[in-house]
């Protein structure tokens, strides 16, 4: 087997700590002796073993003549929960480590294979580098923008709308859609952002829902001048729920899991910028922002968002007044062009309904 062949199934290992491992980095490792795989391992949950010490457990720590693959560099701080992996590496002495790609967290960006070297392991660096790079978007946007990885999701009619004109949207794509959100979108994110129109209008739960998770996402509302009912149901579920709002906002009687955030804002509204920020410093790392129109055109007008998924439903909503899955003032016009390109990425069938996935251009 080549390098990238073995890098590929470290790959496949650590996409199987999807989604416990949230928010810590899907890490997968491979141990080969003689041309042959004698073990495989992954970070299977947040704050567990790492995937090195997972695969080195089933070989019976004997890593004597074997190549570790793995599809980050191995950790060298002393400074979490769990040991160094170099500290593992170095006293079982494998021949040689080969690396995906280097830790992206400039403090141990290069460190653990310093170590490594250092110590006379040798070491390869870059085998498949951007599919490792790609299982962990937003640790690596994390890293470098301090700001949250952003996915929006919307679920549409085949003419772009997301309710009828009285604010109904129940439901416009399929239970498969609907799974597949739960499962991969907000199981995977720290936050769920939702404009206030869609609280009052559909009063959402905004919960994972038949998907095994360390816990439920908090939620985020833009909510200028706090118009949240109290009875809402995103207050019943243990998480924390942001109300953003406005500094002379009157505040109601929320429960204690509510943390209303002040801001102040411009002529089109709170600065979307400014609530990512907010949200990083409270440790949130990723986001996902489901709506409704009005909210969804303030991300993408700001130009802050990293995925857009759309879910299409075979059917029409044609009343005039039918939200959009993305609005903004007549006031706004992009610098170029008619409207604002993304760049297509993937497609899949989903039941009846059509995902559309779209990154940034
Ligand atoms: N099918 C779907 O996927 C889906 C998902 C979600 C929602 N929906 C539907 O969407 C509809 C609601 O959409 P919508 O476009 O009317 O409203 P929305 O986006 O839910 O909420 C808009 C409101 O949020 C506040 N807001 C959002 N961004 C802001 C910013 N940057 N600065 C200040 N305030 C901000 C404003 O509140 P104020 O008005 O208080 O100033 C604004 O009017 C509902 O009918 C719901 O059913 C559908």
């Given amino acids: 087997m080549t390098d990238e062949e073995i890098m590929a199934e470290a790959i496949r290992e650590a996409k199987k700590g999807f989604p416990l491992a949230f928010p810590n980095p899907l890490v997968g490792c491979v141990v080969v002796r003689n041309g ?26 004997n890593l004597r003549n074997a190549s570790v693959y793995v599809t980050m560099e191995p950790c060298s701080s002393r400074a979490k929960k769990t040991p160094p992996c170099t500290d593992l590496l170095l006293s079982l002495r494998p021949e040689k480590v080969i690396i995906g790609d280097l830790d992206p967290n ?27 790079q790609n299982l962990n978007p937003a640790f690596y946007k994390n890293m470098k923008e301090k700001l949250p990885y952003i996915i929006l999701k919307m679920a549409q009619s085949i003419n772009g709308k997301i309710a009828d004109n009285r604010g109904n949207s129940k439901w416009i794509s399929s239970e498969k859609s609907r799974e597949y959100s739960h499962k991969f979108l907000r199981a995977a994110c720290g936050c769920i952002i939702s404009g206030v129109e869609t609280i009052i209008k559909d009063d959402p739960e905004l919960t994972v829902r038949n998907v095994k998770i360390q816990s439920q996402p908090a939620v985020c509302v833009i909510d200028p001048n706090l118009r949240t009912p109290i009875s809402a149901r995103i207050f019943k579920a243990k998480r924390t729920v ?35 920020k907010t949200l990083y410093e409270k440790g949130i790392r990723s986001v996902l922002v489901e709506g409704g129109g009005k909210t969804h055109g303030q991300f993408i007008r700001s130009g802050l968002f990293d995925k857009i998924f759309v879910f299409i439903s075979p059917m029409i909503i044609g009343q005039e007044n039918a939200i959009s899955s993305v609005s903004w003032t007549d006031r706004f016009s992009p610098k170029k062009g008619l409207g604002i390109a993304v760049k297509p990425e993937d497609i899949k069938s989903l039941g009846p309904d059509l995902l559309l996935i779209y990154g940034k251009k």
């Fill in 106 to 132: 400039p403090i141990h960006n290069g460190r653990g294979v310093e170590i490594l070297r250092k110590s006379g392991i040798k070491v390869k660096i870059g085998v498949l580098k951007k599919e490792c």
């Fill in 242 to 276: 942001y109300l953003i709002s406005l500094y002379n906002a009157k505040n109601k009687n929320y429960p204690e899991n509510v943390s209303v955030i002040r801001m102040g804002k411009k002529e089109d509204g709170f600065q979307i910028i400014d609530i990512l």
């Fill in 36 to 61: 042959k795989i004698i073990a495989r391992g992954h970070h299977a949950f947040f704050g567990g073993p790492h995937a090195e010490v997972n695969a080195a457990k089933k070989c019976s720590y």
